[in-house]
């Protein structure tokens, strides 16, 4: 069931409350971001009921400089904060993956564990800069993992579906795991959105772990492949890099891409069969 418009309006509302509090407290110049401003005008549009359209969800990052080291923390609330927890992810250039999957497990632990139906952003931000330096400290401690993979290393591509996908700030986090982790795909924002990553069972595994962790909608892991299972023998990996895709937008809000050309993109990285047994339907009826 749909959360009623009224509760979604009181809800932005003390969204828009809560980010005017912490532009007050971190008031110097790139401390706080708000990734989209179209979007934000269009939530005081919503809420003071100059427009019925539901916006999008609020995004900002929070950046921190704690003794020369500087800590993003992207937010991302859901049209149901502060009934539901925020989605945050953390990010630091000294921090290896292994570091950042265990500093983002922990502050998520920690939200999850706060009473329901207050704001907790500044609460997440306190939490972060009494603890985010152990993670630096704890560096030689934390056992590296390598960035070579074994020659008998089972690779793996995770073909992920979301409801939607069009906070930047949750955009910027999965390319930035996906580079932290050296794994290959693209994610396809819009309704729906599209993951595809691939690599090592392992890496691909931690960052599917993170990735679902984050606040979603709907969010399932819809196809899994295995080179271990692979029986067209070849190259298993399709991708160079990871990227965004950014197709023609249709629809009544703009916000569909062009499946067409997803097709397309599929097909010239060898993998189009995947077309129908993601979305159930074959190229020319989509």
Not at 120 to 128: E, H, M, N
Not at 172 to 181: F, Q, T, V
Not at 262 to 277: D, M, P
């Amino acid at each position: 069931m749909e959360e009623p418009v009224n509760n979604i309006k009181q809800n932005l509302q003390i969204q828009l409350d809560e980010l005017e509090s912490l532009e007050s407290m971190f008031c110097n110049p790139g401390e706080i971001k708000v990734e989209d401003i179209g979007v934000f005008h269009d939530i005081k549009d919503f809420v003071g009921g100059r427009t019925p359209s539901v916006p999008p969800c609020l995004g900002f990052t929070v950046n921190l400089v704690l003794e020369q080291n500087k800590f993003e923390l992207g937010v991302n609330l859901p049209q149901e904060y502060p009934f539901v927890e925020p989605g945050v992810f953390v990010r630091n250039h000294k921090l290896n993956k292994a570091q950042h999957v265990l500093l983002n497990k922990k502050i998520e632990q920690f939200l999850a564990d706060l009473p329901r139906g207050e704001p907790c952003i500044f609460t997440a931000i306190s939490w972060l800069q009494d603890h985010a330096l152990d993670y630096i400290e704890q560096k030689e401690a934390v056992i590296e993992t390598t960035d070579h993979c074994s020659e008998d290393a089972e690779l793996v591509r995770f073909w992920i579906y979301s409801h939607h996908i069009y906070s930047k700030t949750k955009r910027k986090a999965l390319i930035d795991l996906a580079d932290e982790l050296k794994l290959s795909g693209f994610v396809m924002p819009g309704k729906p959105g599209i993951i595809c990553v691939e690599g090592t069972s392992r890496d691909v595994n931690e960052f599917w772990q993170a990735v679902k962790n984050m606040n979603w909608k709907k969010i399932f892991c819809k196809i899994t492949e295995s080179n271990k299972e692979d029986s067209k023998g070849g190259t298993f990996l399709r991708f160079k890099d990871f990227l965004e895709l950014v197709f023609e937008n249709h629809g009544p809000k703009f916000n569909h891409m062009d499946m067409g050309e997803f097709y397309r993109y599929l097909e010239a990285h060898e993998v189009a069969n995947i077309f129908k047994e993601i979305f159930g339907v074959d190229a020319k009826s989509a």
